[in-house]
């Protein structure tokens, strides 16, 4: 059976954040590693990898390290959905197939649920639903007594939902050609040929088997659900410090913290797992890395910065830098005294504006979203559920109180009163102040 994982599509919530998501570094290494590592504990080594023209050389040279498993690749030249993904991999695909969205993390329960289903051979096709708590823009899954679809509403206006049950797009069909036929007579305006295929399905008394799964799920659709990925990775992590780490004798290493190559961790630092750091990066003297923050590679962070809580990218510089519950690019730099802040006076959620709507992130500690190769000028402050594009810079001084586009530098206006100096000190006081210093 060949496992089909849907590489794509472009995200358009992510910005700042413009790498596809699968490809986000977890613990040293790509999403998509990851996702093949658990697909293959549950007994699948065989893998159709649906990418994008801007994608498929760094997914062939991720695949190219993984032993033991057989890749094919297939090229979607337009980001047409998934329906439009699957029929331009037609020619590679036998009856029975998997079908993943690589960007969403799930454990590996949910792979041996939906394989246990199979083996009973009672539906044509499978695919795991989740219960929610609360609102989720995503599938809504109609189900008879007997947990079998009756219909898919997608992205269903809050307070219509059909019920609690939301799709997971781990599903598994038993005749992908019968899908096939399905799709080709969808009549639709909207990305969702996929969905209505499966709908039509159903209509039409092919059984979709609902799987009911209750394991550890994290879509990641927002920059803000990096932190739940990390906060997964992290609490199923053994502590790590290999040999060719240095860590001297008056930092505190305490916890579970998960160290890379090479990793430097100097005199009187703290860092306080769950954390992970990669590698050759440098914890600064007297710097502190606290709870489920996750450093990259090539990282310095310098002399007094804390890092709370925080994703970042590989090659970032800080000194005397406070950065809280944020997600750093990569080859970022921060001045002395940068401050992200993460917390609103009113101690409300905080939001982040995207297509001119504020959405809500349900944290009330968030800080910044800033993308790669940017910099921070010294004493500046970035606000709450800011987002700084790539290739920025928030100049000295600035507190940015609204997003910063691409390419762009947010500069303070000049306010120093120039006056002519008429201050000093005589031969005397300067000698004495000599001899004070010299006791």
């Known amino acids: 059976m060949k496992v089909v994982f849907l590489c794509g599509g472009i995200g358009k919530r992510m910005f700042p954040i413009t790498e596809d998501k699968f490809l986000l570094d977890f613990m040293g290494s790509p999403l998509l590693a990851h996702q093949v590592e658990l697909a293959r504990q549950a007994g699948l080594d065989n893998f159709v990898i649906i990418c994008n023209p801007g994608n498929i050389d760094q997914v062939k040279e991720i695949t190219a390290s993984i032993k033991g498993a057989k890749f094919q690749f297939v090229l979607q030249e337009q980001p047409l959905g998934i329906a439009d993904a699957l029929k331009a991999a037609a020619p590679l695909l036998d009856s029975a197939v998997i079908v993943v969205n ?13 394989l246990d289903a199979y083996k009973q051979r009672a539906a044509s096709s499978y695919m795991l639903g989740f219960r929610v708590k609360q609102y989720f823009p995503g599938g809504y899954l109609a189900v008879n007594e007997h947990d079998e679809l009756t219909r898919i509403v997608e992205k269903p206006e809050p307070g219509t939902e059909p019920g609690d049950l939301v799709n997971i ?14 799709i080709d007579i969808v009549q639709t305006t909207r990305d969702d040929v996929y969905e209505c295929a499966l709908d039509g399905m159903a209509r039409h008394a092919y059984k979709i088997k609902v799987v009911r799964y209750e394991g550890f799920w994290a879509p990641i659709k927002y920059p803000w659900h ?85 994703y970042i990218g590989s090659g970032c510089w800080f000194h005397s830098s406070y950065i809280g519950d944020s997600i750093v690019g990569n080859n970022c ?10 917390f609103r006076f009113d101690e409300k959620d905080i939001s982040v504006r995207y297509g001119g709507q504020n959405v809500g992130t349900e944290r009330d500690h968030f800080g910044a979203i800033i993308g790669n190769n940017c910099k921070t000028g010294i004493n500046s402050g970035i606000l709450p559920g800011r987002r700084v594009g790539p ?34 000190l005589n031969d005397a006081e300067q000698q004495g102040l000599k001899d004070n210093a010299a006791k």
């Open 102 to 114: 690589p960007n969403d993390v799930f454990d590996s329960s949910a792979y041996r649920i939906l």
């Open 169 to 182: 797009l781990l599903h598994l069909h038993t005749d992908i050609h019968k899908l096939f036929e399905y």
């Open 226 to 310: 990096i932190f739940d990925v990390v906060r997964y990775f992290l609490d199923g992590s053994q502590r790590k410090v290999p040999p060719s780490a240095a860590v001297s004798e008056s930092a505190t290493v305490a916890g579970n913290v998960v160290m890379g190559e090479n990793v430097r961790i100097l005199e009187n630092a703290v860092v306080r797992g769950p954390v992970y750091i990669g590698p050759n990066t440098i914890i600064g003297n007297n710097a502190l890395v606290r709870e489920y923050s996750h450093v990259g590679a090539d990282c310095v962070v310098g002399f007094s910065t804390e890092i709370k809580g925080s």
């Open 333 to 342: 730099s921060f001045g002395a005294g940068s401050v992200t802040a993460n």
């Open 391 to 424: 290739n920025s810079i928030v100049g000295s001084h600035v507190c940015l109180a609204d997003d910063l586009e691409p390419n762009t530098a947010a500069l303070g206006t000049p306010a120093n009163h120039l006056v002519r100096n008429t201050f000093g």
